[in-house]
């Protein structure tokens, strides 16, 4: 279905607003599922080698701290090699418009023929955009970045970490508050409801099957404690 004339084109502040909102809440999503799915893993792989309470949350605050800080690090390293690409192509745009300007119009006039305008509106268009500022019209048309609104590798970090150890928090409590009997199915029940949750949410966001993603985050998480707990019984009982 074709949308509305009036809606948002895809530069324009409101989409690209959107747009990053909806990225940064399914990366959360994302985030706090991995904190679910590793820091359960650990803390029922150890639940399954011992009943020490200490020995349960040394290990789950240790996989919580070395997962957020983790994640922070990997976050920071990715978004600031992207910011360094763009502010590399804000820089070889900005060049361009001063050392070329004329050549620069005809490009944007192209863009806003190539979409569909008439060869006299699109160059209208360009000439007012450019008039009005033509580094952001170009930076967005040619490069499809805000210049005031580039990706902010703290940020990324920051809300990964959180992120991370929202969703860690939940199987440590899971663990760690029932009586020692019930500990390992407490934990298993609340992690697959919570990764159920989480699976539908990021479904949503992203726009795909629901069942499956849900069947997929369950499906992987299962296994991950199964394995652990495995692992655990294992070790427990040979005395390692």
Not at 176 to 182: A, K, N, S, T, Y
Request: overall charge negative; aromatic content about 4%; proline content about 5%.
């Amino acid at each position: 279905m074709a949308e509305p004339i009036s809606g948002p084109h895809p530069h324009e502040p409101h989409a690209e607003g959107l747009s990053t909102r909806l990225n940064w809440l399914r990366a959360g999503v994302l985030g706090a599922n991995d904190g679910i799915v590793s820091t359960a893993g650990l803390v029922v792989g150890v639940a399954a080698a011992t009943t020490s309470t200490s020995a349960i949350l040394a290990a789950g605050v240790a996989g919580l701290s070395a997962g957020a800080i983790s994640m922070a690090v990997g976050e920071y390293v990715s978004v600031s090699t992207q910011r360094d690409s763009e502010q590399a192509l804000l820089a070889k745009e900005a060049r361009e418009l001063e050392d070329e300007p004329e050549s620069e119009l005809e490009e944007l006039a192209g863009i806003y023929t190539a979409k569909g305008l008439s060869p006299e509106t699109a160059r209208r268009v360009a000439e007012e955009l450019t008039a009005h500022d033509a580094f952001t019209a170009h930076a967005e048309a040619e490069l499809g970045l805000d210049p005031d609104e580039l990706t902010n590798p703290w940020q990324a970090a920051v809300s990964s970490a959180v992120a991370f150890t929202l969703g860690a928090l939940l199987p440590l409590l899971a663990i760690l508050l029932p009586p020692v009997q019930l500990r390992v199915p407490v934990t298993f029940v609340a992690v697959l409801i919570a990764l159920a949750l989480t699976g539908s949410v990021s479904a949503r966001l992203g726009g795909s099957d629901r069942g499956r993603a849900v069947l997929r985050v369950v499906a992987g998480g299962a296994l991950a404690m199964a394995v652990t707990y495995g692992i655990g019984q294992l070790t427990g009982l040979s005395g390692i």
